[in-house]
């Protein structure tokens, strides 16, 4: 029997027992066991975690533990080098239309089961957002996030932060039914479309070409502006450590 001590930093110890938090874990281990593997027997998805480092060293997360390894986890850093895309699982349907309602591609079927989340998430490089821990740590899933909360908007706030999106945000750029990127619109287009209020305060118009829906900025536009607002001036390091509500 071999033993490794972990330490896990900052937003992995979301994922662990309370008397594991901030402290270090001996984990006792048979035979060739990568870093990742040990860390996700402990319940720590591996898309959450960045940095590793071994007896002080850099190192791989596929790296096979050896006994007496001092092993430091450090969570993703945040942010994404590129347009993200994102997948939901099935539970996150208020998440999915307040994201889409900010311009971001988000699939989202009720449909899919885990082993189609996990192969769509790695075929397309989606960004697999859940609580299910068990999902994200599926071998082809390469970079997801665990919502630490049950609140669609507080689960926003989370998405935003992690991925730093906040230059990002595209309103009325997406259909929130169905994904499809909104285009504009002539007023007479779709007049005999519009409620009577609607036809005589608004002037611009976005329509969803897949499914024809019609978008104007009424006052749910109002309401989205100021969380906008108020998430634009959040700052990334203002992340809350230690959730409110166990991930599954
Ligand atoms: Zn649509």
Redesign the pocket.
Known sequence: MSTAHFRFHGRLNDFLNPERRGRQVAVRFRGAQSIKHLAESLGVPHPEIGQVRVNGRDEALEKITQDGDSIELHPAANGYSSEPRFLLDCHLGRLTAHLRMLGFDCLYENDFDDPDMAEIVHREERILLTRDRRLLMRRIVRDGYCLRSLEPLEQLEEVILRFELTGRIRPFHR?L????PLEPVEKERVLDRLEPLTRKYFDEFHL?P????VYWKGSHYERMLGLVERLKTMRADTQRVGATQPCS
């Open positions: 259909c039914r169905c994904n499809h969803c897949a499914c024809g829906q």
